[in-house]
């Protein structure tokens, strides 16, 4: 079992269960393919859920498996009700709620309702006439002609680069889409909408079994009635940003107080939703308070963002960053639930984003790869908030290798950030938008998962041809090759993930303290019991940086004076852990907590 004394169910001193739980996400197209098609599916999943088991993952987060034309990878949904044929079908899912529970884990699934593909029966009724029923279920606007020229209603940019408006022949109007012109915008102001997506996809599933939901885009049902342009900060574009047009509008809290007191608070449905472009705390505060009954949690993701230009501009321009912004960031989006009601997250992957070894670790040789892969797994693991792990985070799956050309990029954002790099003319920009996408693109995470070093990397049958290629370095680099290694990556994530919950009060639960937060290679912190009154407290200290014999901070010091003992390295017995004058000498990318309790 992946956890020890911890009851799944019940949780820890009346705390729901989902504060303590590991979530794993499951990118289901590159996790397992079952049948040979180079796509993985549902049965491919099923089949691993011992994998997930032995980890430790306690919730397992499924991306989206539902009707689709997949131009986004099924964040454009056509059918809430079906599964898009190659993932399986329903009674798969099934299979994965039953063989999940059984084990005492749960599944929650990825709720798409912000936008549905243009494919879905909603849309296709509401674009066939201007008096159709669910005309108002989208957001129409006429066009405005400037000098007898057409243009859109408004003059913001879409996420994958272009406008967010698309002309219509038939009806002679403009339709909203935040992304693609696939993905129209739902009308959250039309309460036959609203109730549609409570009962046409949140029931519907949890009726069914499912744990709850991760909620893409939550942030983005209420948008601002007045549809003006949003202020010119890129001269050289007609397309300008203007998330506080759209983001946390005017109606936000209303709808997901409703959506949370119509369905997920009755089936006591776990809800993480994500929560992009907010980077207060004063405005999260109320989406996540518990009092406020909207979401038990949220994704903010000012860290992850790290090393991108603006997401609605130029997010591929790479932005280096020194430690010390990592380590602040941190910090702020720890300690703001400090006091309050509110409960936070703690993740440094997903679909969205690179690899975190290769964003924020070094891969430059294999030793320093597995020493900051285990470095960036102790950080993760001492952190307050709910964990979530991405598919292969736990084995230290790198980027795709350097020499790939932009043809194995499938992305429809790296495809409009490219298209558009192109379109400009600009070869300076085209240069380094490629060297933006191979570092950041959200490409990286979404390669198959590398099993073991046959053909395929295990993903799929050795004459398959997977939806992407193949990580060069699978032979050297997959579970089969960890599992058995006690030194290995994957080895380390297990022991961490019980470590996490053996003392919880201080890495789940716990206040979070940054040590010299200049220093530009330690990055340090005390974790302390904020609940107990146990008076346990936790220094971590990670070398991030490939300098040998580096000093940590004084830890008796950062301890108040109590005797620092220590609780695990990363290194293991082979780090001699030394300590000179009160402070640690780190090894190389290596990283340690000591504690002030036996
Ligand atoms: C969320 C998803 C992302 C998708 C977008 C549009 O940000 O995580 O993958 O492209 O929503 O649905
Ligand atoms: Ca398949």
Redesign the pocket.
Known sequence: MGSITWDRNTGWAGEPYWKEATFYQVYPASFKDSNGDGWGDLPGLISEIDYLEELGVDVIWVSPIFESPQK??G?DVSDYQKIYEPYGSLENVDTLLREAHRRGMKVILDL?VN?TSQEHEWFRESRSSKTNPKRDWYIWKPARYIDGVRHPPTNWRSYFAGPTWTWDEHTQEYYLHL?APD?PDLNWENEDCRRAIYDNTMRFWLDRGVDGFRI??VNKYSKRQDFIDAPVTDANSPHQSAPEMWCNGPRIHEFIREMNDEVLGPYRAVSVG?LSNTPNPEQVIPYVSAAARELDMVFEFSVIRLGTGNILGPKYIYQPFPLSRLKTLTEKWQSFVEGTDAWTTAFIEN??NARAVSRFGDTSTPEMWVRSAKTIALWQVTLTGTLFIYQGQEIGMTNMPSSWGIEEYKDV?SSGFYAEAVASGDEERVRKTLHGLSLLARDHSRIPFQWDDSPNAGFTAAGATPWMRVHDDYRSLNVARQRGDPASILSFYKSALRLRKQHRELFVFGTFKLVDPEDESIFAYVKRDARGGSGKKAVVVLNMSGEEGRLGPDVTAAMDGDEPRLLVSTRGKEGDAKIKGGKPVMSAWEGRVYVNYE
């Open positions: 986004d990878m964040y798409v936008h992304y993905q893409d885009t994500e679909h969205d954002e």
